[in-house]
């Protein structure tokens, strides 16, 4: 257990509806990052919050927004779904730990569309 | 931001050192190598961070050269639970984590019996 809780694990929905995937981090983790990754591609970086504030952007389309709140807690929107939007969504957080920075990733939201 | 480049697919056998080599040629001053391992359908986990030389772990090794120009992941004595895509990443790090996160394709690792 990396102590990145997502939720919900699985959704399914229709095209041209809204969702919102939900990232808790670690405690006292100040970064929160998200990532698609579509059936057997790699991981798309979409978005860097720290501490509340967007700190990097990645290849995040429009139809997408993310933010992180004052808990530190984040939420990534998905709007006008479309089928090409099913993925497996990933966070992560990361600390500062012995001289090593390291990134903690929940175990995904699956976003089917249909 | 450094661009990396892995081989897309290695393969072994349980027993045998896996050595994986990543390729980041305009790797910046302030800039760490991190590799990260994924198992399908769950997220990345960490598995070794460095910026020179060679640093050591209970899982893995990184061999660094002097120009940063490239990284090897060493695997010694793998396993079938081995079997996984590692990701090599070439970063910042600031206060609390890096500027940027960004995955390469990942070399895709599988190991014979």
């Known amino acids: 257990d990396s102590g990145v809780t997502q939720t919900p694990k699985h959704l399914i929905t229709a095209t041209g509806q809204r969702v919102t995937l939900r990232c808790s981090p670690r405690?006292?983790?100040?970064?929160v990052y998200w990532y698609q990754q579509s059936l057997d591609q790699g991981l798309q970086f979409l978005i860097h919050y720290y501490n509340g504030e967007e700190r990097a952007k990645g290849n995040i389309l429009e139809r997408f927004s993310a933010q992180q709140f004052p808990d530190l807690h984040s939420e990534l929107n998905l709007s006008s779904l479309e089928l090409g939007d099913s993925a497996l969504y990933f966070c992560a957080s990361s600390v500062d730990s012995q001289g090593d920075t390291e990134a903690f990733f929940g175990q995904g939201t699956r976003l089917t569309v249909v | 931001l450094a661009k990396t480049t892995q081989p897309i697919s290695m393969d072994s056998y349980e027993g045998q050192e896996v050595n994986i080599t990543c390729s980041h040629n305009?790797?910046?001053?302030?800039?760490?190598i991190t590799w990260y391992q994924q198992f399908p359908s769950q997220g990345p986990r960490f598995i070794i961070q460095?910026?020179?030389t060679k640093v050591t772990n209970e899982v893995a090794s990184l061999f660094i050269p002097a120009d940063r120009k490239s990284s090897t992941l060493s695997l010694p004595r793998v396993s079938l639970s081995d079997t996984a895509v590692y990701y090599c990443?070439?970063?910042?790090?600031?206060?609390?984590?890096?500027?940027?996160?960004?995955f390469g394709a990942g070399t895709r690792l599988a190991v014979h019996p």
């Open positions: 305009n790797i910046a001053t302030n800039d760490y």
């Open positions: 460095g910026y020179k």
């Open positions: 405690s006292g983790d100040l970064s």
């Open positions: 990443l070439v970063g910042e790090r600031i206060s609390g984590g890096y500027n940027k996160l960004i």
